[in-house]
């Protein structure tokens, strides 16, 4: 399996709902990432995990609360979302930079926020 | 910030020309990777450049990092329609922890039949 999921590929949520999006992979990567991307924008990094804990918060609004319960899954906890949060959020896996893989990314939830 | 720029911001070739974007970016950096993406959809690694590396090729694609320049190029030979997308470069900034990957602007690319 050389894939990343992502579910649900999209969501509509209003400014008082709580949800989460999913990632998964089996391959064994050590390191998982979330992403945010606006429309005709780059992806910009939110959190990065590295053997299961948080390595990097890139001072991320607490609205959005990642966890990753195991070397396999990683999720994106949702709460109390702004309209301007409505974008594709992208969820990558990576092993070593220097095995010059680069990341596995998934397809991406395209999030909106009503 | 590191975030690096590319040029041009779109570009339309036909099917069969070569098309050439560049990347500049800020910091010193481990490697440059480079990526695509097809609309609304994940992105597609396609090729890494180490730092003690000049050019590196994959298939129709040729990338060249010049390091004292702080910049990088990514050539598609042959180009096909399929080969429509958004690139971006992507880099990992010394001294900072290596998991820190930060993208550039990108470039639209545009291939008619």
């Known amino acids: 399996d050389t894939e990343v999921t992502q579910t649900p590929k999209h969501l509509v949520m209003g400014m008082t709902n709580k949800k989460s999006l999913k990632c998964e992979q089996h391959m064994g990567h050590r390191a998982m990432y979330w992403y945010k991307q606006k429309a005709k924008k780059p992806p910009e990094l939110m959190f990065v995990?590295?053997?299961?804990?948080?390595?990097i918060n890139e001072s991320v609004p607490s609205r959005f609360s990642p966890e990753c319960p195991n070397s396999s899954l990683l999720n994106l906890h949702l709460h109390a979302l702004q309209p301007e949060d409505s974008a594709l959020y992208l969820c990558?896996?990576?092993?070593?930079?220097?095995?010059?893989?680069?990341?596995?990314f998934g397809s991406g939830t395209r999030l909106t926020v009503v | 910030s590191q975030q690096g720029e590319e040029d041009p911001q779109a570009l339309s070739i036909q099917e069969g020309e070569n098309a050439t974007m560049n990347c500049s970016y800020k910091?010193?950096?481990?490697?440059l990777q480079w990526y695509r993406q097809n609309s609304g959809r994940g992105l597609v690694h396609l090729i890494l450049i180490r730092s003690n590396e000049r050019e590196k090729h994959s298939g129709r694609l040729r990338v060249t990092l010049d390091t004292s320049k702080k910049s990088s190029s990514l050539l598609i030979t042959a180009s096909r329609a399929a080969d429509t997308a958004s690139y971006f470069c992507?880099?990992?900034?010394?001294?900072?922890?290596?998991?820190?990957?930060?993208f550039g602007t990108g470039t639209r690319l545009q291939v008619f039949p």
């Open positions: 910091t010193s950096i481990n490697n």
């Open positions: 990558a896996s990576s092993q070593e930079k220097t095995t010059g893989d680069g990341y596995t």
């Open positions: 992507a880099t990992d900034a010394k001294p900072y922890n290596t998991d820190k990957l930060i």
């Open positions: 995990y590295s053997y299961e804990k948080l390595s």
